[in-house]
């Protein structure tokens, strides 16, 4: 009977956090979804102990139950020991989740967002396989319950937003300290052998669920100038060397990488970083990507006629660039 309410509100607890996250506009969503996904996953892994850990309680002396972290090691323990290294990410996961649970009120004012996303996501499959496998019920299958990937658009990948080679994204150190351990813990991982991940991107069908590798996050994340990561929101331009390929872009292709006029980058700039000046600083620092299609393109009005007038237009990496140049004073790129 113990087991069997310990699966059943763990359920619950997981159905919660699914209908909340997926709610289209409520504050508080990541607090609220990470501490109703830790009690499923507390739960449901107390249910373990009592059904194939016989020599181990999930009571203590007082008459409390074990906590999440003892629970969480006796079963990753286990099925460790059962199949080698096959629980490691999942635990790994876990923990992460339960140190922004935590670290929640060191948060605020910061658009971790993506970061949570990508834990959460991970972490509500891997709850739907634990549960099949070790109680017989498929959530999915009984529910049709899944994750959506709100405020985000589609393709959405593990590293856009995972990025050694653009501006910072955190302000406080306590976030900067967060989103690093996400990726120390995707290489610790990767040293090791061990390719279950422990974030999940998405591929550009809600249906289909993209297996994000660390291997593959690592090489999109890391260069060789630039092995220590840090993390912003980033497009990733990868541009042919056969030219034609952009000219002959629709403008609605186009328009999707260059998405910005001068007007618009200096109305951004305004907007979001203090004290902008439309002075020789910005127009040296604009100037500074203009031989980088990453950041710029200057496309003329008639591709035919080098005489042409043109125009040129930036990306959300180029954005981000003004913003670190114009913050740190730095001009180079």
Same mark, same amino acid.
């Given at each position: 009977?113990?087991?069997?309410?310990? $699966?059943?509100?763990?359920?619950?607890?997981?159905?919660?956090?699914?209908?909340?996250?997926?709610?289209?506009?409520?504050?508080?969503?990541?607090?609220?979804?990470?501490?109703?996904?830790?009690?499923? !996953?507390?739960?449901?892994?107390?249910?373990?102990?009592?059904?194939?850990?016989?020599?181990?309680?999930?009571?203590?002396?007082?008459?409390?139950?074990?906590?999440?972290?003892?629970?969480?090691?006796? $079963?990753?323990?286990?099925?460790?020991s059962?199949?080698?290294?096959?629980?490691?990410?999942?635990?790994?996961?876990?923990?992460?989740?339960?140190?922004?649970?935590?670290?929640?009120?060191?948060?605020?004012?910061?658009?971790?967002?993506?970061?949570?996303?990508?834990?959460?996501a991970? #972490?509500?499959?891997?709850?739907?396989?634990?549960?099949?496998?070790?109680?017989?019920?498929?959530?999915?299958?009984?529910?049709?319950?899944?994750?959506?990937?709100?405020?985000?658009k589609?393709?959405?990948?593990?590293?856009?937003?995972?990025?050694?080679?653009?501006?910072?994204?955190?302000?406080?150190?306590?976030?900067?300290?967060?989103?690093?351990?996400?990726?120390t813990?995707?290489?610790?991982?990767?040293?090791?052998?061990?390719?279950?991940?422990?974030?999940?991107?998405?591929?550009?069908?809600?249906?289909?669920?993209?297996?994000? /590798?660390? #291997?593959?996050?690592?090489?999109?994340?890391?260069?060789?100038?630039?092995?220590?990561?840090?993390?912003?929101?980033?497009?990733?331009?990868?541009?042919?060397?056969?030219?034609?390929?952009?000219v002959?872009m629709?403008?609605?292709?186009?328009?999707?990488? !260059?998405?910005?006029?001068?007007?618009?980058?200096?109305? !951004?700039? %305004?907007?979001?970083?203090?004290?902008?000046?439309?002075?020789?600083?910005?127009?040296?620092?604009r %100037?500074?990507?203009?031989?980088? /299609?990453?950041?710029?393109?200057?496309?003329?009005?008639?591709?035919?006629?080098? %005489?042409?007038?043109?125009?040129?237009?930036? /990306?959300?990496?180029?954005?981000?660039?003004?913003?670190?140049?114009?913050?740190?004073?730095?001009?180079?790129?």
């Open positions: 009977m113990v087991q069997n309410n310990l $699966v059943k509100n763990s359920i619950a607890a997981y159905f919660a956090a699914i209908e909340i996250h997926n709610k289209p506009n409520i504050s508080y969503r990541y607090e609220t979804v990470t501490l109703l996904m830790m009690n499923a !996953w507390e739960l449901a892994l107390k249910a373990y102990v009592k059904k194939y850990l016989k020599k181990k309680s999930i009571f203590t002396k007082d008459g409390h139950t074990i906590s999440l972290d003892k629970a969480l090691g006796y $079963v990753n323990e286990h099925r460790n059962v199949k080698k290294n096959s629980f490691i990410a999942i635990a790994k996961n876990i923990e992460e989740i339960e140190r922004y649970r935590n670290s929640i009120t060191h948060f605020y004012c910061e658009e971790l967002e993506p970061y949570v996303f990508m834990l959460v991970r #972490s509500a499959l891997n709850y739907v396989e634990f549960i099949k496998a070790y109680f017989g019920k498929d959530i999915m299958e009984d529910e049709g319950l899944f994750i959506m990937p709100l405020g985000f589609l393709p959405f990948r593990p590293e856009d937003f995972l990025s050694g080679s653009v501006a910072k994204y955190a302000s406080s150190e306590e976030a900067k300290a967060f989103i690093k351990e996400i990726v813990v995707i290489q610790d991982l990767h040293s090791d052998g061990i390719e279950d991940s422990i974030v999940l991107g998405f591929d550009l069908y809600l249906e289909h669920v993209k297996k994000a /590798t660390n #291997s593959s996050i690592l090489a999109a994340i890391t260069s060789p100038s630039d092995a220590d990561a840090t993390f912003a929101k980033v497009t990733k331009v990868k541009v042919s060397s056969d030219a034609s390929q952009i002959n629709t403008d609605s292709e186009f328009r999707t990488i !260059w998405k910005y006029s001068y007007n618009e980058v200096v109305a !951004w700039c %305004k907007e979001n970083i203090p004290g902008f000046k439309l002075d020789k600083r910005f127009h040296d620092a %100037k500074a990507m203009f031989a980088d /299609t990453a950041y710029v393109y200057d496309r003329k009005l008639d591709s035919k006629n080098s %005489k042409s007038a043109s125009q040129k237009f930036y /990306t959300d990496a180029a954005l981000l660039k003004l913003k670190e140049l114009l913050s740190e004073g730095e001009l180079g790129i």
